[in-house]
């Protein structure tokens, strides 16, 4: 049901460097939301983005960034990698904002980053 | 700031026992609730919400009541089979859709 797709599966980096997950939402979905889910955690909001601009940011440095495409895709950006920063990745999808909480998001089944 | 409190530690219990995860929440306001489900190599599901006190959600045999006066929503289903095994996260939201969990119960149900 969910349709909500993430690249790639898995992701091995060092420390500094940088990396790009992606994220294609469901079909009609124009809002996505990116969260961070460590080990033995559970996830935490990044940021979301609604038609193209970003709605709203968690706790999350600069070094977190985001882009969503005309076709409501996403990609999440992360810089100067820190082994903190290892965990599973997450992106939601939803259709609209209005409604309050009463949209339903659906989720992908994350990209997994290890920082070495 | 808002937050969710779950139980700690894995809950294990045999096929066709009662299943309770609890689940406390500080919040300024008034938030919506939720349980989402994550089973292996899978995302996370919505399982049930409640959006105002006294509110009960359910589903696939789970419920959860909004008791505002305990600021709780413990999760409870009757009788688990071996396919709930899953990790299981309490959520909540102040009407913006972003969504603060707990830290998660992972629930084995033995055959």
């Not at chain 1, 993430?6 to 939301?33: A, E």
């Amino acid at each position: 049901e969910t349709g909500v797709t993430q690249s790639p599966t898995h992701l091995i980096k060092t420390r500094g460097q940088q990396v790009t997950l992606r994220c294609s939402s469901q079909s009609g979905h124009n809002t996505v939301s990116w969260y961070q889910q460590a080990l033995g955690q559970g996830p935490q909001f990044i940021f979301q983005y609604y038609r193209e601009e970003e709605n709203g940011r968690g706790n999350f440095p600069p070094r977190f960034s985001g882009l969503q495409f005309p076709n409501y895709s996403s990609e999440l950006n992360v810089n100067a990698l820190e082994l903190d920063d290892s965990a599973l990745y997450l992106c939601a999808s939803m259709s609209g904002l209005a409604g309050g909480d009463d949209r339903k998001q659906f989720f992908g089944p994350g990209t997994r980053l290890t920082v070495l | 700031g808002d937050s969710v409190t779950q139980m700690e530690g894995p809950v294990t219990l045999s096929e066709e026992a009662f299943l309770t995860i609890n689940c406390t929440y500080t919040a300024t306001g008034y938030p919506s609730l939720f349980w989402y489900v994550q089973y292996p190599g899978e995302g996370l599901q919505l399982l049930l919400k409640a959006t105002k006190a006294d509110d009960k959600g359910s589903n696939k045999g789970f419920e959860a009541t909004y008791r505002k006066e305990t600021t709780s929503f413990h999760l409870e289903k009757g009788s688990v089979q071996v396919s709930d095994s899953a990790v299981y996260f309490c959520a909540l939201s102040m009407g913006n859709n972003r969504l603060a969990f707990g830290k998660g119960n992972q629930v084995v149900v033995i055959p």
